[in-house]
């Protein structure tokens, strides 16, 4: 099963920091466009930054110059640096492919941001 494993949600004030990462299987970040999507109650997922096989990265506009993708493909592992979180930041953060598979989606990370 392919399926990503999302970690480093958390409770984090505004302007905080936080550093998720998602883990997936060697075939994902060899073949994959990766990306991270987010999700808030009662609407749908949508991708907020994403990174190719060549690391090039695009960012929804409500995260650019806040949010950093990386991809560690020997480590099968992809990250988002969040910072100067806001409030609304808070979310269901999820890893998939660019386009995403539904059979690809793993549990998620919650990220609040609240004072």
């Known amino acids: 099963q392919v399926r990503f494993v999302e970690s480093g949600g958390d409770l984090v004030q505004p ?5 998720l990462s ?8 060899d073949y994959y466009t990766v990306a991270w999507f987010r999700q808030f109650p ?6 907020v930054a994403k990174i190719n096989l060549e690391e090039v990265t695009t960012y ?3 995260v650019k110059g806040r949010f950093t993708i990386s991809r560690d493909n020997a480590n099968n592992t992809a990250y988002l640096q969040m910072n ?24 998620g990370t919650r990220v609040t941001v609240s004072s």
């Open 15 to 19: 302007g905080g920091s936080l550093r």
């Open 22 to 29: 998602c883990a997936a299987s060697q075939e994902i970040f």
């Open 42 to 47: 009662g609407r749908e997922r949508r991708w």
């Open 60 to 62: 929804a506009e409500s």
């Open 84 to 107: 100067d979180l806001r409030p609304e930041d808070t979310a269901d953060y999820y890893c998939n492919v660019i386009p995403y598979r539904g059979d690809f989606w793993g549990q």
